[in-house]
């Protein structure tokens, strides 16, 4: 399988300075997008030897940030390169800078693409462990069993934290060519965005535990039906 990282960060450079190390080995290509003139940003991506794209679509006609535009830019520059190419086996994972994938995560994919439980068709999400201090994070690394205590566990429902789905998939194929082009929603504050493009694969049925149960959280999303 081939995973290209889609990965945006702005004003966000010391945040992506510690995942990026951490989660750049997991893709065969990761793209970073910033805004233009974010030289702290650009300076970490240098240093892990990532390409990085400026770019001006975050604030087009007037956004705030508009990370659909981004992100379909970021989807014509692979596909251009790799649509024709017969890559039937490629993947994007759009990810956020603040996210540290866990150590399995790319060996787990292979797994399941080579025992054939992975849906090509289906659209992938994640559970988000919140960590939200050094000193949490430093629980965190050391492990054991008291790593996760106190973190809240978020449901996934396919924020644009994480998303992965193949390339040509149905879903997206019919997006792509519905929409010329231009998949993702392009909305003006990126509230709406993520969870609108995942909504094109359906209702999710998945409905995993958290920590603690997502009707007492403030952060909360409908239940399935």
Same mark, same amino acid.
């Given at each position: 399988? *081939?995973?290209?990282?889609?990965? &945006?960060?702005?004003?966000?450079?010391?945040?992506?300075?510690?995942?990026?190390?951490?989660?750049?080995? +997991?893709?065969?290509?990761?793209?970073?997008?910033?805004?233009?003139?974010?030289?702290?940003?650009?300076?970490?991506?240098?240093?892990? =030897?990532?390409?990085?794209?400026?770019?001006?679509?975050?604030? &087009?006609?007037?956004?705030?940030?508009?990370?659909?535009?981004?992100?379909?830019?970021?989807?014509?520059?692979?596909?251009?390169?790799?649509?024709?190419?017969? @890559?039937?086996?490629?993947?994007?994972?759009?990810?956020?800078?603040?996210?540290?994938?866990?150590?399995?995560?790319?060996?787990?994919? @292979?797994?399941?693409?080579?025992?054939?439980?992975?849906?090509?068709?289906? +659209?992938?999400?994640?559970?988000?462990?919140?960590?939200?201090?050094?000193?949490?994070? %430093? &629980?965190?690394? #050391?492990?054991?069993?008291?790593?996760?205590?106190?973190?809240?566990? +978020? =449901?996934?429902?396919?924020?644009?934290?994480? &998303?992965?789905?193949?390339?040509?998939?149905?879903? +997206?194929? #019919?997006?792509?060519?519905?929409?010329?082009?231009?998949?993702?929603?392009?909305?003006?504050?990126?509230?709406?965005?993520?969870?609108?493009? *995942?909504?094109?694969?359906?209702?999710?049925?998945?409905?995993?535990?958290?920590?603690?149960?997502?009707?007492?959280?403030?952060?909360?999303?409908? %239940?399935?039906?």
């Amino acid at each position: 399988m *081939r995973i290209d990282a889609i990965c &945006q960060s702005t004003g966000y450079s010391d945040m992506l300075a510690l995942t990026l190390p951490q989660n750049k080995g +997991f893709f065969d290509s990761i793209m970073v997008y910033t805004k233009r003139g974010d030289e702290p940003t650009k300076a970490v991506c240098a240093k892990e =030897r990532i390409a990085c794209e400026e770019t001006d679509r975050f604030t &087009q006609n007037g956004s705030v940030f508009n990370r659909g535009a981004v992100y379909n830019e970021a989807f014509r520059y692979h596909l251009l390169r790799r649509w024709g190419s017969g @890559e039937g086996r490629q993947w994007f994972c759009i990810i956020d800078s603040d996210i540290i994938l866990p150590p399995g995560f790319r060996d787990t994919l @292979e797994v399941m693409e080579e025992n054939g439980s992975l849906e090509t068709e289906c +659209f992938y999400g994640a559970r988000r462990w919140n960590v939200e201090t050094m000193e949490q994070y %430093e &629980q965190v690394r #050391r492990g054991g069993d008291d790593a996760m205590k106190g973190l809240t566990l +978020f =449901r996934g429902y396919g924020y644009g934290y994480l &998303q992965l789905f193949r390339a040509r998939s149905s879903t +997206f194929v #019919r997006l792509w060519n519905e929409t010329k082009g231009n998949p993702y929603l392009e909305w003006r504050d990126g509230s709406w965005a993520d969870c609108a493009f *995942r909504l094109n694969w359906g209702d999710c049925p998945w409905n995993p535990p958290t920590q603690p149960p997502d009707n007492i959280l403030d952060h909360t999303v409908p %239940e399935p039906v």
